[in-house]
């Protein structure tokens, strides 16, 4: 069976399902194919920044986060239990004067509600790609579901389709994109603990000589901390997290308490190509990021309105890509050949400067030029 829509967005995360009930409000046809049959009930990401708050305002799930999240609208850095500073958010927007703490897996939760609400089959649940054609005017994707698992749609088609699967993009590497790495020397160590009050609704910043910890508040009584440090950390604990606490800043978390636990480096890939034929990638797989402050999750959203917005909407009946003639994709793998004609050519390289390119994106410094 094959269903045929407007747009196909590829990854149920927190972008995606943002991209497709933005879209459907719009009145653009919708399917979400989402690998997992089940949602990842970690933490994660917690801070929504009000520039996305706005954003998530237009589909109507803002009220809903902010009624289950934590407000934090004020910052505290301290030094050897001493104040250095405070700093109140309560400037930078008047109607969300605040970050907002709430688990990622809650958030997601709040958009698939809204998301089904606008239409309740737009998520489909286990399902993965296993072949792609791309003949300059659809996309088609064929998929596969796991044994034992309810028959549906053997194959989607759509006239654009939005890669929104994670910095591990396995679309990213369908399509042949290029990408900028670059890792840093900053290594954490987070988790969530019970909190015992004493900071309130506050974040802190701890600037100790032994290294930088970070706290911040979570629904449910429920406080994060974050430590730095010099090398990753291998095979640690919820008691090894507690004690870097209790030794750089003299609180110590109860780590019986203990409900996520996680470590990670931070590293930054940057796709030097946006879009291939009518496939673009969004979030994490354009650009990831430092997780720190849940900002690749905020700047997803915002790159899914900009979208939304943008003057280029290939899912309109007739539409047609800048780069789509002369253009096939076929089977496991997508290639491309540029069109004909230089000024409807869009090479969907970040760091173009042509003015004729349709890619819309330019860097701050222009490419270095050849002497003659």
Not at 16 to 40: C, F, H, K, N, P
Not at 84 to 94: E, I, K, P, Q, Y
Not at 139 to 165: H, K, L, N, W, Y
Request: glycine share 12%.
């Amino acid at each position: 069976m094959k269903v045929d829509v407007d747009v196909v967005v590829v990854g149920g995360g927190p972008v995606g399902l943002y991209l497709a009930a933005a879209l459907l409000q719009q009145g653009i046809s919708v399917r979400v194919l989402e690998r997992r049959q089940s949602r990842d009930l970690h933490s994660r990401a917690i801070g929504i920044h009000p520039p996305a708050l706005d954003a998530l305002d237009g589909i109507g799930v803002a009220s809903a986060l902010v009624r289950e999240g934590v407000p934090i609208r004020t910052g505290m850095a301290v030094s050897r239990g001493k104040t250095l500073g405070v700093m109140a958010f309560d400037g930078v927007s008047d109607t969300f004067p605040f970050v907002l703490a709430l688990p990622q897996f809650r958030t997601e939760q709040l958009l698939e509600t809204r998301l089904r609400a606008l239409d309740s089959g737009a998520l489909v649940r286990g399902v993965e790609a296993t072949g792609v054609n791309d003949d300059g005017d659809h996309v088609t994707i064929e998929v596969q579901r796991p044994p034992g698992t309810p028959a549906g749609a053997t194959s989607f088609s759509a006239s654009m389709v939005v890669a929104a699967d994670g910095a591990r993009s396995r679309w990213r590497g369908l399509l042949g994109v290029p990408v900028h790495r670059k890792t840093y020397p900053d290594h954490y160590l987070m988790g969530d603990f019970a909190d015992s009050g004493r900071h309130g609704d506050m974040a802190v910043l701890f600037l100790e000589r032994d290294g930088i910890v970070e706290s911040f508040p979570l629904p449910g009584g429920i406080r994060r901390w974050v430590v730095r440090l010099g090398r990753p950390a291998e095979d640690a604990r919820a008691v090894d997290l507690a004690g870097i606490v209790a030794q750089r800043t003299g609180i110590l978390p109860d780590a019986g308490t203990n409900s996520m636990l996680s470590a990670f480096s931070v590293r930054s890939t940057l796709a030097l190509r946006t879009a291939v034929g009518r496939v673009v990638l969004l979030g994490d797989a354009a650009h990831e990021i430092s997780p720190i402050g849940g900002q690749g999750m905020n700047l997803g959203w915002l790159d899914a309105r900009a979208l939304v917005r943008s003057s280029w909407n290939p899912w309109q009946e007739g539409a047609r890509t800048p780069n789509s003639r002369g253009s096939r994709r076929t089977g496991a793998g997508l290639r491309s050949w540029p069109a004909g004609s230089r000024k409807s050519t869009c090479c969907w390289d970040a760091r173009c400067r042509r003015p004729w390119c349709a890619c819309g994106m330019r860097p701050s410094a222009p490419p270095p030029q050849r002497r003659p």
